[in-house]
């Protein structure tokens, strides 16, 4: 077992990641009062959930099929092929509401907020003053003076509160009871028309829509964490009304064949969807993780990590990056991952050597017929093609003790149904958005 990792470098970093190789510790989650619930826990429950993580300080479903019956290969039969339900309210809603809302949401995310329409969505990042990744939510206008940050794994709220401190600006900054489920799949849009109406068919790509279903308000994005067709419900008074709002949708879903299942992160990867906490952090900047392009070269007014983010974008230009890991995507061999990595599994450059990288995010994909995986490997190894060696646990190896061949390869792994900004602007030619 591998207690320390220091020949992978983390000089550039204040607290390294834990490296340490503990693999499946045979623990059980405590489930009390500590932690919130969500208004659809319960309904999870129900839905056969059998394992939990946090995420947000909330109890986050992570999986309903049982392993024994197929586990996650089986919930994403059903992502690519039909319509899957998921809890998601751990998607925390921060609303910032007020006169200078736009002028406070434009100082606080990297992007351009003045360029973002009413109701419209986009994906943002937010970072300190070091150019430090804080979180990468999507950014929800739906009013001049209203705007929605729906969370990723960070507690941003604390830190929106604190840069109005003596009420720089004139908003109000605070969580609200939205949570949100998400519907994805081929077929989303067909169950969503059957509950809102051919309406649904009209909702673009980071499109808003303000409705009703089974009489309750809610928002509807067409968003989503899989590169699939697929929306995000933004349930308003969650609290009341988690019940009619999930019943109206798994009663919808029937002739859909609607499965609840856990967000499905094989697909992630393979649309090079990041990870909060998993793929980078606080300590990670844009650069490192393909998140350049959320680093605009055009905005004039000043933001929280601009001169960073500029001062390492020119660093970056100049040969010299300020950071010692860059984010690739690897094409690995072994047997098909099937499930979530407990750890950071280790790289090496050749098989004898010592790591030198880690993964982050590894699963096998279907499609391509092999294990794929994000991973922080050094800065001066990404070339595509670059070959590496992956230290798996024994259950996926041929031979075990034998580390396993890799290679860097292009990311997103396929297409997506619904392309990010990143690919858009990658098919223009350009490297940042406004």
Not at 359 to 377: F, G, K, M, Q
Not at 384 to 408: C, K, M, S
């Amino acid at each position: 077992m591998n207690y320390n990792v220091p020949s992978v470098d983390q000089s550039d970093r204040l607290v390294p990641i834990n490296l340490r190789q503990s693999g499946p510790t045979p623990v059980e989650m405590l489930i009390d009062t500590r932690v919130r619930k969500s208004p659809y826990w319960a309904l999870s429950m129900e839905h056969g959930c059998w394992r939990a993580s946090v995420y947000n300080r909330m109890y986050h479903p992570r999986g309903y099929v049982p392993r024994e019956e197929g586990g996650m290969s089986v919930e994403y039969e059903s992502l690519v092929n039909d319509v899957t339900l998921w809890n998601v309210a751990v998607e925390r809603q921060i609303q910032v509401k007020g006169p200078d809302a736009e002028k406070f949401v434009d100082f606080v995310i990297t992007r351009d907020a003045t360029r973002i329409p009413v109701m419209r969505a986009r994906y943002v990042i937010l970072c300190n003053e070091s150019g430090g990744i804080l979180n990468d939510p999507v950014l929800l206008r739906l009013a001049e003076d209203e705007f929605w940050f729906s969370l990723s794994d960070s507690d941003l709220m604390l830190w929106l509160q604190g840069v109005n401190v003596g009420r720089r600006f004139d908003v109000d900054i605070a969580e609200i009871d939205v949570a949100p489920v998400q519907i994805q799949g081929p077929k989303s849009v067909d169950l969503l028309e059957d509950l809102i109406g051919p309406v649904a068919r009209e909702i673009p790509s980071y499109g808003l829509h303000a409705t009703q279903i089974a009489g309750r308000d809610v928002v509807i994005s067409q968003t989503g964490f899989t590169g699939e067709k697929g929306y995000e419900v933004y349930l308003r008074d969650a609290t009341q009304h988690a019940e009619d709002l999930w019943s109206a949708v798994v009663g919808a879903g029937d002739r859909h064949r609607l499965r609840v299942v856990a967000p499905a992160h094989h697909r992630r990867i393979a649309a090079g969807i990041l990870s909060w906490g998993q793929d980078m952090d606080v300590e990670t900047l844009p650069f490192q993780v393909n998140l350049g392009y959320q680093v605009p070269r055009m905005k004039s007014a000043n933001y929280i990590g601009k001169a960073a983010l500029e001062s390492a974008r020119a660093q970056i230009e100049a040969g010299r990056p300020p950071y010692k890991t860059q984010l690739v995507g690897l094409k690995l061999g072994g047997r098909p991952i099937d499930d979530y990595a407990p750890d950071f599994w280790l790289i090496s450059a050749n098989p004898e050597d010592k790591p030198v990288g880690y993964i982050t995010s590894p699963w096998y994909s279907p499609e391509l017929e092999c294990n794929i995986a994000l991973a922080h490997v050094p800065v001066e190894s990404t070339a595509l093609g670059t070959e590496f060696w992956v230290h798996l646990p024994d259950q996926y190896v041929e031979n075990p003790g034998i580390p396993e061949r890799a290679e860097v390869v292009e990311v997103p792994f396929r297409p997506s149904v619904n392309p990010n900004q990143r690919e858009i602007l990658k098919q223009k030619g350009l490297d940042a958005a406004f």
